[in-house]
């Protein structure tokens, strides 16, 4: 299952990966988007702006890590 996810993870954006990356660091205790941006070093609105030209947003990101 782990490699499943990290394959998932390579094939993603960097801030994608670095997200998914945060969500297996801490098991049962999703961060919240502003936590999340923090962590990447940038705005909530600028990671909602990034997440958007990828083609999703925060909370598809944590629904896809959750049924993985």
């Known amino acids: ?12 954006s960097p801030a994608v990966a670095k997200l ?4 297996l660091g801490r098991p049962g ?4 988007l502003e936590e999340a ?3 990447l070093a940038m705005s909530p609105r600028s990671l909602r702006r990034y997440l958007l030209q990828e083609g999703t ?3 598809q990101l944590v629904d896809e890590f959750r049924r993985d």
């Open 57 to 59: 947003n925060y909370r």
């Open 20 to 23: 998914r990356s945060l969500f």
């Open 37 to 39: 941006a923090s962590h």
């Open 1 to 12: 299952h782990c490699g499943q996810v990290m394959r998932q993870i390579a094939s993603r």
């Open 29 to 32: 205790a999703i961060p919240s």
